[in-house]
Nanobody, 122 residues
Framework: VQLQASGGGLVQAGGSLRLSCAASGRTFSRYYIGWFRQAPGKEREFVASISWSGGRTYYADSVKGRFTISRDNAKNAVYLQMNTLKPEDTAVYSC????????????????WGQGTQVTVSS
């Protein structure tokens, strides 16, 4: 599976962005998909995850209520709608697959896409 994240950019605090994670491969629907982010000088952190069918979603406490993860298996895509963005959301956001299930640990993920930069100005 190959992944590519897109949709990042520069936005003012309080604004919104929608990230996309496009995947290649016919087995896309067999994977949980997770979004992670990494800010300069900080460790990579879990943001959100979604189950195979999209029926289960999980969020980091820091984004709960502001971010929404969704997927469209027909399009081999996962989305991260980010609302009410804060300067502390500034990071490179990456998507990844997990063939086992839900996890907040990045080392449990198999394939990673190239990230997309999100910058939130105050």
């Amino acid at each position: 599976v190959q992944l590519q994240a897109s949709g990042g950019g520069l936005v003012q605090a309080g604004g919104s962005l929608r990230l996309s994670c496009a995947a290649s491969g016919r087995t896309f629907s067999r994977y949980y998909i997770g979004w992670f982010r990494q800010a300069p000088g900080k460790e990579r952190e879990f943001v959100a995850s979604i189950s195979w069918s999209g029926g289960r979603t999980y969020y980091a406490d820091s984004v709960k209520g502001r971010f929404t993860i969704s997927r469209d298996n027909a399009k081999n895509a996962v989305y991260l709608q980010m609302n009410t963005l804060k300067p502390e959301d500034t990071a490179v956001y990456s998507c990844a697959t997990n063939s086992v299930g839900y996890s907040r640990d990045y080392d449990q993920y198999d394939y990673w896409g190239q990230g997309t930069q999100v910058t939130v100005s105050s």
